[in-house]
T-cell receptor, first 114, second 110 residues
């Protein structure tokens, strides 16, 4: 199956810094989702995006649906230690029909130093 | 308490044995999914079901089987034909284009 290109693979940052990560694809998506996964747990949905150019916030998190529909970005402002985890992007391909299958990136491992 | 439950959290089996992982939901969603996660990898789709008594293969269905006899339940069997079964298994339910995950089952085959 197709994979999304998610970068960076990992990040080490200091508490208080801002973080940016992104996902890109050669195909057009009609939905972009961002998840956070903590060790040993299932991913938790953070933000869902449905329209090209859409910018959505959830607390300190902001995500955007790229205007080309082939990419998406997630920003975390003023990071705190509990932001540690793996962040995944996921998308539904345009023309994917009604099966609602998602394609996932490989994740960005975020470490925050207090 | 509403949500998605997976049991057990940890599961150990000897090589050559079949094992069934449970996934239950009380959110009344039609679509359910099974994913496999390996270290450093994204989630790979094993099987999915959009309605009772119907399911489709995902990207890595070989060595796995599922059933969907009830809307609430979508058990996954890891058969002895699966060559590398040790992994973290995640069940999800779907609502339109969004999916919500259970807590996962870590399967270790010795």
């Amino acid at each position: 199956g197709q994979q999304l290109n998610q970068s960076p693979q990992s990040m080490f940052i200091q508490e208080g810094e801002d973080v940016s990560m992104n996902c890109t694809s050669s195909s057009i998506f009609n939905t972009w989702l961002w998840y956070k996964q903590e060790p040993g747990e299932g991913p938790v949905l953070l933000i869902a995006l449905y329209k090209a150019g859409e910018l959505t916030s959830n607390g300190r998190l902001t995500a955007q649906f790229g205007i080309t529909r082939k990419d998406s970005f997630l920003n975390i402002s003023a990071s705190i230690p509990s932001d540690v985890g793996i962040y995944f992007c996921a998308g539904q391909l345009s023309g994917g029909g009604s099966n609602y299958k998602l394609t996932f990136g490989k994740g960005t491992l975020l470490t925050v130093n207090p | 308490d509403g949500g998605i439950t997976q049991s057990p959290k940890y599961l150990f089996r000897k090589e050559g044995q079949n094992v069934t992982l449970s996934c239950e939901q009380n959110l009344n969603h039609d679509a359910m999914y099974w994913y496999r996660q390996d270290p450093g990898q994204g989630l790979r789709l094993i099987y999915y079901s959009q309605i009772v008594n119907d399911f489709q293969k995902g990207d890595i269905a070989e060595g796995y089987s599922v059933s969907r006899e009830k809307k609430e339940s979508f058990p996954l069997t890891v058969t002895s034909a699966q060559k590398n079964p040790t992994a973290f298994y995640l069940c999800a339910i779907g609502r339109y284009n969004e999916q919500f995950f259970g807590p996962g089952t870590r399967l270790t085959v010795l």
